[in-house]
């Protein structure tokens, strides 16, 4: 049976504090209103403004810098309760550039499911996960990147299977 070890995991960007809902809320009634000034000069201002709003949502979440409050689950139901990283019913505060090892040693059959996630006073939210699989078995470490593009995290996890 194969065994898979968590060895490393780096936050590469932890969640927006933007919420993607109202991120494209403000775009689509931005974008309604186009058609009412595109006979003007107005319209091309309009437009760069437009343009502009994608960075201007990620400057603020840059400005925020909330961390992430992490906990890892093997299944894909966000439950801090069912963590298996720190402990159940706890999370860890992470932030951009930050690494830690978790110390996880995760025995299974054909796969294994790693699931990061943010518990906060939005619920539960899925930062990314990643599979581990017997087939890499042997192959030394190994790094993939768990992300989600609803969320804006990326974290990279490291681990082996032996």
């Not at 060895?7 to 933007?18: E, K, L, N, S």
């Given at each position: 049976?194969?065994?898979?070890?968590?060895?490393?995991?780096?936050?590469?960007?932890?969640?927006?504090?933007?919420?993607?809902?109202?991120?494209?809320?403000?775009?689509?009634?931005?974008?309604?209103?186009?058609?009412?000034?595109?006979?003007?000069?107005f319209a091309s201002s309009l437009l760069q403004g437009i343009a502009s709003?994608?960075?201007?949502?990620?400057?603020?979440?840059?400005?925020?810098?909330?961390?992430?409050?992490?906990?890892?689950?093997?299944?894909?139901?966000?439950?801090?309760?069912?963590?298996?990283?720190?402990?159940?019913?706890?999370?860890?505060?992470?932030?951009?550039?930050?690494?830690?090892?978790?110390?996880?040693?995760?025995?299974?059959?054909?796969?294994?499911?790693?699931?990061?996630?943010?518990?906060?006073?939005?619920?539960?939210?899925?930062?990314?996960?990643?599979?581990?699989?017997?087939?890499?078995?042997?192959?030394?470490?190994?790094?993939?990147?768990?992300?989600?593009?609803?969320?804006?995290?990326?974290?990279?996890?490291?681990?082996?299977?032996?």
């Open positions: 049976m194969p065994t898979a070890t968590v060895q490393t995991i780096y936050c590469v960007q932890p969640a927006t504090g933007t919420d993607f809902g109202v991120n494209q809320a403000v775009l689509d009634a931005i974008m309604s209103l186009t058609p009412q000034f595109s006979q003007n000069d709003l994608p960075s201007v949502l990620a400057a603020i979440d840059a400005a925020r810098a909330d961390p992430d409050n992490l906990y890892i689950t093997t299944d894909t139901e966000g439950d801090v309760d069912n963590a298996v990283w720190p402990s159940p019913g706890n999370t860890k505060e992470v932030n951009a550039k930050q690494s830690f090892e978790p110390g996880l040693v995760l025995p299974f059959e054909y796969s294994q499911n790693l699931s990061l996630w943010d518990s906060d006073i939005s619920g539960e939210d899925l930062l990314g996960s990643v599979t581990m699989t017997a087939d890499e078995q042997g192959t030394g470490e190994i790094a993939k990147i768990a992300r989600s593009d609803i969320e804006g995290s990326a974290y990279y996890v490291i681990y082996r299977v032996d």
